[in-house]
């Protein structure tokens, strides 16, 4: 049975973010256009699976929900904080600095949110992957203690990120 | 219809913040000299910025009667390619060393964009 799952299925989440956008462009929700974006939903994934082989098995939605939230409101916040840094700090004393961020995900999915996620925030965009991935390349717009900034990466949005990929 | 009145003056201000911000990036974009600092500025100010825009112009079309929720997928499309556009425009100047050149990884040999086969000089002929 989980087997026939798996095969109809490839990807489960994928069948639901396919489906939602697919309701989401029609601008009306009616069951004719969710069914259909259903059985997008359901041969997109099936018929990509092939050049997909090692996809992640699974994501917690509740844990990732949560992240999303954490990050809109990181972005907001973040938006302000380099809104004011453009307003009101000269160019003579701004202290941009590359920080190197010591990965512990190893699924490239996990990796390239985190790298989104990154860049979304407060004063940093990723800039660069190790050769061998297991380092990324953060440039910071404006600090003193690029240690923190690290740490902070890390504890923040790496440790929630490790807990929804499985 | 003071309902709709009110939520009119909503998306004005949600238009404003919106307009603010993509002032305050464009700013940005031309003050900062240094090509990565320059980076910072429209890919944080220009998603918010955005977002403060598709926001107003939700409001609005509920307010006039035929709502719309195209504005989400926008939004969230935007999240998502904003950052791999900026991944993008930093990977070049690393490449091309218009940048400082960011420090060693600690763990490989060096980053992925540095990572490149050293160039044959020209007019030197392999032997085989």
Same mark, same amino acid.
């Given at each position: 049975?989980?087997?026939?799952?798996?095969?109809?299925?490839?990807?489960?989440?994928?069948?639901?973010?396919?489906?939602?956008?697919?309701?989401?462009? #029609?601008?009306?929700?009616? *069951?004719?256009?969710?069914? =259909?974006?259903?059985?997008?939903?359901?041969?997109?994934?099936?018929?990509?699976?092939?050049?997909?082989?090692?996809?992640?098995?699974?994501?917690?939605?509740?844990?990732? =929900?949560?992240?999303?939230?954490?990050?809109?409101?990181?972005?907001?916040?973040?938006?302000? #904080?380099? *809104?004011?840094?453009?307003?009101? +700090?000269?160019?003579?004393?701004? +202290?941009?600095?590359?920080?190197?961020?010591?990965?512990?995900?190893? #699924?490239?999915? *996990?990796?390239?949110?985190?790298?989104?996620?990154?860049?979304?925030?407060?004063?940093?965009?990723?800039?660069?992957?190790?050769?061998?991935?297991?380092?990324?390349?953060?440039?910071?717009?404006?600090?003193?203690?690029?240690?923190?900034? +690290?740490?902070?990466?890390?504890?923040?949005?790496?440790?929630?990120?490790?807990?929804?990929?499985? | 219809?003071?309902?709709?009145? $009110?939520?009119?003056?909503?998306?004005?201000?949600?238009?404003?913040?919106?307009?603010?911000?993509?002032? /305050? @990036?464009?700013? @940005?974009?031309?003050?900062?000299?240094?090509?990565?600092?320059?980076?910072?500025?429209?890919?944080?100010?220009?998603? /918010? @910025?955005?977002?403060?825009?598709?926001?107003?112009?939700?409001?609005?079309?509920? /307010?006039?009667?035929? @709502?719309?929720?195209?504005?989400?997928?926008?939004?969230?499309?935007?999240? $998502?390619?904003?950052?791999?556009?900026?991944?993008?425009?930093?990977? $070049?100047?690393?490449?091309?060393?218009?940048?400082?050149?960011?420090?060693?990884?600690?763990?490989?040999?060096?980053?992925?964009?540095?990572? /490149?086969?050293?160039?044959?000089?020209?007019?030197?002929?392999?032997?085989?």
């Amino acid at each position: 049975m989980s087997k026939v799952f798996n095969w109809l299925f490839p990807h489960p989440f994928l069948t639901l973010l396919l489906t939602v956008v697919w309701t989401l462009l #029609q601008n009306n929700i009616s *069951a004719g256009m969710v069914v =259909f974006g259903l059985i997008l939903g359901v041969i997109i994934p099936r018929m990509t699976a092939v050049w997909w082989p090692d996809r992640p098995r699974g994501i917690r939605l509740l844990k990732l =929900f949560n992240y999303m939230i954490v990050v809109l409101w990181d972005i907001l916040v973040a938006n302000i #904080q380099v *809104a004011w840094i453009v307003l009101t +700090r000269p160019n003579s004393k701004l +202290r941009p600095t590359w920080v190197i961020v010591p990965l512990d995900l190893k #699924q490239p999915e *996990a990796i390239t949110v985190l790298a989104g996620t990154i860049t979304l925030t407060p004063g940093t965009v990723s800039a660069d992957l190790s050769s061998e991935g297991h380092s990324l390349l953060v440039h910071t717009l404006d600090t003193d203690d690029p240690d923190g900034v +690290r740490d902070e990466i890390k504890n923040r949005y790496e440790a929630r990120l490790k807990e929804i990929f499985l | 219809m003071t309902l709709d009145a $009110v939520l009119i003056y909503i998306a004005g201000i949600w238009l404003l913040i919106g307009a603010i911000f993509a002032l /305050v @990036g464009s700013i @940005g974009l031309l003050r900062f000299t240094d090509p990565m600092t320059r980076l910072h500025a429209p890919t944080k100010v220009g998603t /918010v @910025g955005i977002g403060a825009l598709l926001l107003a112009g939700m409001i609005h079309a509920f /307010v006039t009667g035929d @709502g719309s929720i195209h504005e989400l997928l926008i939004m969230s499309f935007l999240f $998502v390619t904003a950052p791999i556009s900026a991944n993008f425009i930093a990977k $070049v100047h690393i490449h091309r060393r218009t940048c400082e050149t960011p420090p060693k990884p600690l763990k490989d040999k060096t980053w992925s964009t540095l990572d /490149v086969p050293e160039e044959k000089p020209k007019g030197v002929e392999v032997e085989a």
